[in-house]
């Protein structure tokens, strides 16, 4: 059996057994083929079928999370933990509250986060977890009351050396506090059992930060490769989130003009560049909705209904920072027409396949979410080295660590896609580099 033929079979017998879970289906899709040309040369992969081994989650955790509101009703929300591989370490992912997480969500991000995690060249392994559960329009004492429930049964499968569970979509400092006052409450205090803690409570300085700052950080070192850099770059960015809004302030902060960010009923448009403090006041503290920065800047645009992505403005770098597949191959057109040279993603496959051809048939240097976004999960995995060591470091000291950690990232794609594939060609990069450190632990530990 050839490579391509050991991987179509493979691709094919995914996709019949697990029918429905459409992210899970597409996350392999995109990942298989690009890792042919290393499979040629480790032929001990496929005699093993590793792969076969690597597609199934060590354990796939469900549960029943029942909350009562403030008017003493009684709800149930799905819970999830996908403890997808440990071969590097502890299982290190997010949590996220969302109404469209499901199995196949859940399985996605905790199989693109063993990849991620391995490129931070951290010891850390690949999950995920989250609920259906929506915090938008809930009460602080609601948001508790479900997160004691969550911990309730998620802690009895966690662990500062088991899994160590992060913030992701709807899970901020507000969140974790609770989830993490929960199971102190229930196994003493152990610093290390979560991360993306408030700082006054055994947090790191620059996690808030990490996943925009490290994204910029991605596309500043693959600038500098061309000779090229972010200063009066034009910069379109989606969202208006956690990864949003320090992507902004970091492309600012290197010179860049950043013209939009965007939620869920529209974008705004600014030429003049986006007021970052503006939309930290609208989301941070209002909680309210993008459309207010025209309160504040009515020279401004707001597209209501409508993707960020179908802007026909002239840009350079595109940062998507919202959710999954939020650009498709006509978006991706659009894009193309605008001008787009560089697609970096903050968000988790905010690209789908026939996106991702499009940006490499046009010569559009694509870099993919678990390389370009891996800054938060690896400031999570210094927290969690402060959190061992009892020891806090200053801002600056994370964020040149993060800096540094990013270059590799950057550096280790870039020569991997020179030996597999050619350069520029991060997806396969990023691929190769993450499975073949995988893999390799695999076969060392036995686990074949």
């Known amino acids: 059996m050839t490579v391509n033929q050991y991987l179509t079979t493979l691709q094919h017998q995914i996709e019949q057994k697990y029918q429905g879970q459409t992210e899970f289906i597409q996350a392999t899709a995109e990942f298989l083929p690009t890792i042919a040309p290393y499979l040629a040369e480790h032929p001990e992969i496929i005699e093993h079928d590793l792969l076969s081994l690597l597609i199934i989650p060590e354990r796939l955790i469900q549960f029943r999370v029942p909350w009562q509101d403030d008017e003493g009703k009684w709800h149930a929300n799905h819970g999830y933990r996908v403890q997808y591989n440990s071969t590097l370490g502890p299982y290190k992912g997010g949590i996220r509250f969302h109404p469209s997480v499901n199995e196949s969500i859940m399985k ?58 992060a913030g992701d979509i709807g899970v901020g400092h507000r969140e974790i506090g609770y989830l993490f006052g929960q199971y102190k ?98 989301k941070e503290e209002q909680r309210g909705r993008i459309s207010a920065y025209l309160e504040v800047h009515p020279e401004a645009t707001y597209v209501a209904n409508e993707s960020v992505w179908s802007l026909s403005a002239p840009y350079e770098i595109a940062l998507p920072c919202a959710t999954q597949n939020e650009i498709t191959q006509h978006l991706a057109q659009d894009m193309i027409k605008a001008g787009v040279k560089i697609v970096a993603e903050g968000a988790n496959m905010p690209s789908d396949l026939e996106a991702i051809q499009a940006y490499q048939q046009n010569n559009v240097i694509y870099c993919p979410g678990k390389a370009a ?18 020891l806090a470091w200053s801002f600056s000291e994370v964020d040149q660590k993060l800096n540094e950690i990013m270059l590799n990232i950057y550096e280790t794609c870039q020569q991997t896609a020179c030996e597999y594939a050619e350069k520029n060609n991060l997806v396969a990069g990023a691929n190769i580099a993450g499975f073949a450190k995988v893999a390799q632990g695999m076969l060392s530990q036995g686990l074949v």
């Not at 259906?132 to 009460?139: Q, V």
């Not at 009066?232 to 956690?242: A, F």
């Open 373 to 390: 976004n891996a800054g938060g999960v690896a400031v999570s995995a210094l927290e969690m080295a402060q959190n061992s060591q009892r």
């Open 185 to 282: 409450r229930l196994n003493s205090f152990q610093a290390g059992v979560l991360t993306g803690k408030p700082v006054d409570f055994w947090g790191s300085l620059a996690r808030k930060e990490a996943t925009g700052y490290g994204l910029v950080y991605f596309v500043k070192h693959l600038l500098a490769d061309q000779e090229e850099v972010l200063e009066n770059k034009r910069v379109v960015v989606s969202g208006s989130g956690n990864v949003a809004i320090y992507a902004i302030e970091k492309a600012q902060a290197l010179g860049a003009l950043v013209l939009t960010c965007s939620d869920s009923s529209g974008y705004i448009y600014d030429e003049k560049g986006i007021d970052l403090e503006t939309v930290k006041k609208i």
């Open 108 to 165: 996605f991000l905790a199989f693109e986060q063993i990849f991620k995690n391995a490129l931070t060249s951290l010891p850390i392994g690949g999950g995920k977890g989250g609920s259906d559960f929506d915090p938008k329009g809930k009460s602080d004492a609601e948001i508790m009351r479900f997160c004691q429930s969550f911990m309730t049964e998620l802690q009895k499968y966690i662990g500062p050396d088991t899994d160590v569970p």
